[in-house]
Structures are given as C-alpha cells and as structure tokens.
Nanobody
C-alpha cells in the first residue's frame, strides 16, 4: 500500500512559481500511476496532472497545460509538480494520490486512493 505526503505549497503572487512534492512510502510506488488534484472551497476535486508508472506519459487538463509539469523519481519514491505562471484561479489545496485503474480513468478522482492531507497553494493577484 502506498501512503503519500504532499509539501511545497505556499503563498505566491500571480505569475510566480511553486514546486510541489509528493513523497510516498511503500516499495510498490514505482508500479503505480500517480496524479495531482486540487480542490478549492465549495468546489469539487479537480484533475491537475497525472503520470504513468514509468514517467513515459503525462496528462494535463487545458487549464494548466503549458504552465504545469509533472515528473517523478521512482528511486526516491517521489513525484513533483512544477507550477509556473500561476494565476489566482490556481488557488486550492493540492493533493497527490496513486491509481491502479485503467489509463482511461487517469483524469478521474474516483480512480485514485490513499490521498494525502494536501498542501495549500494561494496565488494573490
């Protein structure tokens, strides 16, 4: 079973950058696809990025494509989200999780399990 802890959130001005980290426990980390989601107050959890177990494929919604980059280091049991050109609408709690479901579900929050506690990202205008 994979347990995760997110870190790296904070307060940044619009146009700034942050790098989130997701550190996982468990020897099977490298066998799972991983994803980042975010949730703003009063809104549903939203897909942000995902990466296959090898790191060979990545997925993004149009809202962050070209600004965010997901990566992973299986040797360190870690996953990262580099966020550039941040906007106030990126403000949310960011969560990471893993999935064993088919690839066509990789953008679906319900396909993921063992969520971390999240890390707050606040972008001021």
């Amino acid at each position: 079973q994979v347990q995760v802890v997110e870190s790296g959130g904070g307060l940044v001005q619009a146009g700034g950058s942050l790098r989130l980290s997701c550190t996982a426990s468990g020897r099977t980390f490298s066998t799972f696809a991983m994803g980042w989601f975010r949730q703003a107050p009063g809104k549903e959890r939203e897909f942000v990025a995902a990466i296959t177990w090898s790191g060979g494929s990545t997925y993004y919604p149009d809202s962050v494509k070209g600004r965010f980059t997901i990566s992973r280091d299986n040797a360190k049991n870690a996953m990262y989200l580099q966020m550039n050109s941040l906007k106030p609408e990126d403000t949310a709690v960011y969560y990471c999780a893993h999935t064993q479901r088919p690839i066509f579900l990789i953008r679906t929050a319900g396909a993921y399990g063992n969520w971390g506690q999240g890390t707050q990202v606040t972008v001021s205008s």
